[in-house]
């Protein structure tokens, strides 16, 4: 019997670069969009996209960086799925000293913030992170925040974009 599966790939996702490969990540939309290209032509059939600041190399929420990345995909005729993240800005780092102070570098902002690009590029999909996490990353702990209403605003808002959610659950 054949099965049918469906391959996901995250070219670039949203974790800090690796300095000990900082040439192996695409950064620039140019970058992001070939990399979807190499994936869709070894086999992917859904590209999870992040961008990356450009000069920094950083994750980034800005909807221009993402208009160009799909904008290349498309204008390229890449048959692949475009599947965008909705999943930043929810990061919270509390202040060890008082966890009820966020560390500089924290990034929550509302559905809005977290959604404008969604409404200028329209994907295929884009992911809706359906939990709240405590999580470490090296020295780094910090909270992963989705409150329930602001799920189900976030759901409320991928329907009345006619974008479909793709469910992600991290350590629940």
Known sequence: MKRKVI????VTGNAPLNPRYPYDYPVTPAQISDAVAEAAAAGAS??????????SGHGARRPELFREVVDRIRQRGTDIVINLTAGMGALFLPDPEDESRALPGSDVVGVAGRTEHLAECLPDIASLDVTTGNQQEGPLEFVYLNTTRTL?????RFQALGVKPELEAFQA
């Open 46 to 55: 859904v590209a999870h996209i992040h961008v990356r600041d450009p000069e």
């Open 152 to 156: 189900r605003a976030m759901a409320r």
């Open 7 to 10: 391959v996901t790939c995250a």
